[in-house]
């Protein structure tokens, strides 16, 4: 995904630059599927007159000729509405520092669950989250995350027998 | 009355003490997190999965119908008593109720709107009891033709009729299919779109898909656009209604179900259409027209129901076709299939205790609902307070630990990241969700039923046409694949017919038309989305 310019996302007037980055990524992910698609064999067998071929070339297809509707219909003054909610404020430049901060604390969570174990990587992923999102309780926020961790280890990975990871506390939770 | 005998039975299997203890547990927590702004009812089901997987898939259905109406009902509250209106199906509610609880009728509001769900999740849930046989005998009549041809139809529909703009839905219908193609080729079993990495083999789990593009989607974008000032929540007692409120409540609850129900039946997806024509509906029927827009009970009751009706409706299609119609819908139908349950037209025959079951649920937890909502909207209200920094960080953590745990890999992470972020693009350009989701969990379905359509005729293209006969062992046109078709090409050329009709019309009528499509925007700020506008779109040079 491209991610978005920092540009305002609700003046309509400016035209959207970063949208032709979307284009541009429709563009590769058709070309990624064509040539996926090229190599795939297409033995057509009686059970199977179509093949696995034929609808990857389409979807492939289908992005490449979106990707020039969409070019042609943002130069023709189309702009994306930015989806609007209860905590979201449009008027507000996006805030990628804050987005990239997540992105980082989730990244590290995926690296450190089957290391650590969903006790320490899910408690760190609330509390950079939390941190991340602008709150300065560090104490509370600790408190938070360690309960909210503990409490979905021991009531799902116990109670319900859902597969979370002890990791390094293995013996000791 | 076979079908009453099945529901009985289904109303003793979900009535045990155990399985009562998991709806009311449902309803309190779908409540809960359905409340919370941002979460909207596909949102709260889908990150409230995990909580299932433990069970066995009766009681899991049971406990998912909880959280289902607990995240519906949820919802309504939060755009009442907030401000800003959050999920589509709640804008219209948000229009009048809100004004409502600003006015200090705040109680009323949600008195009618709680029982009014009430009411219409009564009818709607009847509705699909006696619907979901009836239409299953016709779907286990259809063959491959007729499938492809249907399913196009909801491709078709839950992208061109909603929604803004028809590039942009198509787009995301796009996405949703390629992400549909990852993995191994049912028929064939070469491996499409996996770059040689196993875990891809097996494609990307639809609840990974739904977790990723809602939940983790929605608070990366919320973190972007984060409101510093936290929006005023408006303080409400214990709902109530007097005698006056209720009269004039009755009627609108009742059409509001008639509009509803028949239109979350049908592929033109979900609750925005028959909310909105509720709305219209109650304003030109009104006593008192010009209470609307100054919080007009009416105005809250009818849309409500039309929402909570159109839920029950979407069920009509879903048990009966496996066809999703709304984001529900489709994170429902990816739990059925998570549980080992195979959608389709033979569901409720195969498995009709659980079908029976579900719908059975289905009024408990409607019933549930009333019971618990009337007396906990003050703590329902606080729960609109929490902290955002706790509120998305907490929606992290529970999106990563469900994804996790559909398979117990972290590799469904890393795809969870990804989707994540795709999820924020699509907002942040303006690409409605619905379409993926719908293109991810139909896309496959679609292309097996084409090939096998294919393979009756023997690879000829009148065999997404028709089929042999099977009396007369001659090939024989579908009259309903082709009537299918029809619709299909003219909900494309949709717009060019609404052209042309709008220069047909006599003078009055056209009036009308741009009457109703003014009314569809009474709040300048918060243009409600709609069915005259979305054919316009931005295809219109400005």
Same mark, same amino acid.
Request: no cysteine.
């Given at each position: 995904?491209?991610?978005?310019?920092?540009?305002?996302?609700?003046?309509?007037?400016?035209?959207?630059?970063?949208?032709?980055?979307?284009?541009?990524?429709?563009?590769?992910?058709?070309?990624?599927?064509?040539?996926?698609?090229?190599?795939?064999?297409?033995?057509?067998?009686?059970?199977?007159?179509?093949?696995?071929?034929?609808?990857?070339?389409?979807?492939?297809?289908? *992005?490449?000729?979106?990707?020039?509707?969409?070019?042609?219909?943002?130069?023709?003054?189309?702009?994306?509405?930015?989806?609007?909610?209860?905590?979201?404020?449009?008027?507000?430049?996006?805030?990628?520092?804050?987005?990239?901060? *997540?992105?980082?604390?989730?990244?590290?969570?995926?690296?450190?669950?089957?290391?650590?174990?969903?006790?320490?990587?899910?408690?760190? *992923?609330?509390?950079?989250?939390?941190?991340?999102?602008?709150?300065?309780?560090?104490?509370?926020?600790?408190?938070?995350?360690?309960?909210?961790?503990?409490?979905?280890?021991?009531?799902?990975?116990?109670?319900?027998?859902?597969?979370?990871?002890?990791?390094?506390?293995?013996?000791?939770? | 009355?076979?079908?009453?005998?099945?529901?009985? @039975?289904?109303?003793?299997?979900?009535?045990?003490?155990?399985?009562?203890?998991?709806?009311?547990?449902?309803?309190?927590?779908?409540?809960?997190?359905?409340?919370?702004?941002?979460?909207?009812?596909?949102?709260?089901?889908?990150?409230?999965?995990?909580?299932?997987?433990?069970?066995?898939?009766?009681?899991?259905?049971?406990?998912?119908?909880?959280?289902?109406?607990?995240?519906?009902?949820?919802?309504?509250?939060?755009?009442?008593?907030?401000?800003?209106?959050?999920?589509?199906? =709640?804008?219209?509610?948000?229009?009048?109720?809100?004004?409502?609880?600003?006015?200090?009728?705040?109680?009323?509001?949600?008195?009618?709107?709680?029982? &009014?769900?009430?009411?219409?999740?009564?009818?709607?849930?009847?509705?699909?009891?006696?619907?979901?046989?009836?239409?299953?005998?016709?779907?286990?009549?259809?063959?491959?033709?007729?499938?492809?041809?249907?399913?196009?139809?909801?491709?078709?529909?839950?992208?061109?009729?909603?929604?803004? %703009?028809?590039?942009?839905?198509?787009?995301?219908?796009?996405?949703?299919?390629?992400?549909?193609?990852?993995?191994?080729?049912?028929?064939?079993?070469?491996?499409?779109?996996?770059?040689?990495?196993?875990?891809?083999?097996?494609?990307?789990?639809?609840?990974?898909?739904?977790?990723?593009?809602?939940?983790?989607?929605?608070?990366?974008?919320?973190?972007?656009?984060?409101?510093? +000032?936290?929006? @005023?929540?408006?303080?409400?007692?214990?709902?109530?209604?007097?005698?006056?409120?209720?009269?004039?409540? !009755?009627?609108?609850?009742?059409?509001?179900?008639? !509009?509803?129900?028949?239109?979350?039946?049908?592929?033109?997806?979900?609750?925005?259409?028959?909310?909105?024509?509720?709305?219209?509906?109650?304003?030109?029927?009104?006593?008192?027209?010009?209470?609307?827009?100054?919080?007009?009970?009416?105005?809250?009751?009818?849309?409500?129901?039309?929402?909570?009706?159109?839920?029950?409706?979407?069920?009509?299609?879903?048990?009966?076709?496996?066809?999703?119609?709304?984001?529900?819908? $489709?994170?429902?139908?990816?739990?059925?299939?998570?549980?080992?349950? +195979?959608?389709?037209?033979?569901?409720?025959?195969?498995?009709? @205790?659980?079908? !029976?079951?579900?719908?059975? %649920?289905?009024?408990?937890?409607?019933?549930?609902?009333?019971?618990?909502?009337?007396?906990?909207?003050?703590?329902?209200?606080?729960?609109?307070?929490?902290?955002?920094?706790?509120?998305? $960080?907490?929606?992290?953590?529970?999106?990563?630990?469900?994804?996790?745990?559909?398979?117990?890999? =972290?590799?469904?992470?890393?795809?969870?990241?990804?989707?994540?972020?795709?999820?924020?693009?699509?907002?942040?350009?303006?690409?409605?969700?619905?379409?993926?989701?719908? &293109?991810?969990?139909?896309?496959?379905?679609?292309?097996?039923?084409?090939?096998?359509?294919?393979?009756?005729?023997?690879?000829?293209?009148?065999?997404?046409?028709?089929?042999?006969?099977?009396?007369?062992?001659?090939?024989?046109? =579908?009259?309903?694949?082709?009537?299918?078709?029809?619709?299909?090409?003219?909900?494309?050329?949709?717009?060019?017919?609404?052209?042309?009709?709008?220069?047909?019309?006599?003078?009055?009528?056209?009036?009308?038309?741009?009457?109703?499509?003014?009314?569809?925007?009474?709040?300048?700020?918060?243009?409600?989305?709609?069915?005259? @506008?979305?054919?316009?779109?931005?295809?219109?040079?400005?």
């Amino acid at each position: 995904v491209s991610l978005p310019a920092t540009a305002p996302a609700n003046d309509r007037r400016v035209r959207d630059r970063a949208e032709f980055g979307v284009s541009a990524f429709l563009v590769a992910a058709g070309v990624v599927i064509l040539i996926d698609a090229a190599r795939l064999s297409n033995n057509r067998t009686g059970v199977d007159p179509l093949g696995p071929k034929p609808v990857p070339l389409f979807v492939g297809g289908f *992005l490449i000729v979106l990707a020039i509707a969409l070019t042609i219909a943002v130069l023709r003054g189309s702009t994306g509405e930015a989806e609007a909610g209860e905590d979201i404020d449009l008027s507000s430049r996006v805030d990628i520092k804050t987005v990239l901060a *997540l992105v980082g604390v989730f990244a590290a969570n995926i690296v450190l669950i089957d290391l650590l174990g969903w006790v320490i990587s899910g408690a760190l *992923l609330f509390y950079g989250s939390a941190i991340a999102l602008g709150s300065r309780h560090f104490i509370r926020d600790l408190v938070i995350a360690a309960l909210l961790s503990l409490g979905t280890f021991y009531g799902f990975a116990i109670g319900l027998g859902i597969p979370l990871p002890a990791g390094i506390l293995q013996g000791i939770l | 009355m076979g079908n009453l005998g099945f529901l009985l @039975d289904g109303f003793a299997a979900a009535l045990t003490p155990m399985n009562l203890l998991l709806a009311l547990i449902g309803v309190i927590i779908g409540t809960a997190v359905g409340v919370l702004p941002g979460i909207g009812p596909a949102m709260t089901v889908a990150l409230l999965l995990p909580v299932t997987y433990g069970l066995e898939p009766t009681s899991a259905m049971i406990m998912l119908a909880g959280i289902f109406y607990g995240g519906m009902y949820g919802g309504s509250t939060t755009s009442i008593l907030l401000n800003t209106p959050g999920e589509s199906s =709640s804008v219209v509610t948000a229009i009048e109720g809100n004004l409502m609880a600003k006015g200090g009728r705040a109680a009323q509001a949600l008195a009618t709107a709680a029982i &009014g769900s009430f009411v219409a999740g009564l009818i709607g849930t009847f509705l699909l009891a006696l619907f979901a046989p009836v239409v299953t005998r016709f779907a286990i009549s259809l063959g491959a033709p007729e499938y492809f041809a249907i399913m196009l139809l909801a491709f078709i529909a839950v992208t061109a009729v909603l929604g803004t %703009s028809r590039v942009r839905g198509f787009i995301s219908l796009a996405l949703g299919l390629t992400i549909g193609l990852i993995g191994l080729d049912g028929v064939s079993g070469q491996a499409r779109l996996t770059f040689g990495i196993p875990q891809l083999g097996d494609g990307i789990d639809v609840v990974v898909v739904a977790v990723g593009i809602f939940a983790l989607g929605e608070a990366l974008w919320v973190a972007a656009h984060l409101r510093r +000032q936290v929006a @005023d929540v408006i303080p409400v007692g214990r709902p109530w209604m007097g005698k006056q409120d209720f009269k004039r409540s !009755w009627k609108p609850w009742l059409r509001g179900t008639a !509009w509803g129900f028949p239109f979350g039946a049908i592929p033109a997806g979900g609750a925005e259409i028959p909310t909105f024509l509720s709305y219209i509906t109650e304003k030109r029927l009104a006593k008192h027209p010009e209470e609307f827009g100054h919080g007009a009970i009416e105005g809250v009751a009818g849309p409500e129901a039309a929402n909570n009706a159109s839920a029950a409706g979407t069920m009509v299609p879903m048990l009966s076709l496996g066809l999703p119609t709304n984001a529900t819908a $489709a994170v429902l139908l990816a739990a059925l299939v998570s549980y080992g349950i +195979q959608p389709g037209p033979l569901l409720l025959q195969r498995e009709g @205790d659980l079908v !029976w079951t579900l719908i059975a %649920s289905l009024f408990i937890g409607n019933a549930l609902l009333l019971v618990l909502n009337l007396p906990l909207a003050p703590f329902w209200a606080k729960l609109l307070r929490i902290p955002r920094p706790y509120l998305y $960080a907490g929606i992290l953590f529970f999106a990563s630990m469900g994804a996790y745990a559909v398979n117990g890999s =972290s590799f469904d992470l890393i795809l969870l990241l990804a989707l994540g972020l795709v999820g924020f693009g699509m907002r942040r350009f303006g690409l409605p969700v619905l379409p993926l989701i719908i &293109g991810v969990i139909l896309g496959p379905r679609v292309e097996l039923q084409g090939r096998r359509a294919l393979q009756l005729s023997s690879g000829e293209v009148k065999g997404l046409f028709g089929g042999i006969n099977q009396a007369t062992g001659r090939y024989q046109l =579908s009259a309903l694949a082709i009537t299918v078709y029809v619709i299909i090409i003219l909900v494309l050329l949709w717009p060019l017919v609404f052209a042309l009709i709008r220069r047909l019309l006599p003078a009055r009528a056209r009036e009308v038309v741009e009457e109703i499509s003014h009314e569809a925007h009474p709040d300048a700020d918060e243009p409600p989305q709609l069915p005259a @506008d979305s054919v316009t779109g931005e295809e219109t040079p400005r």
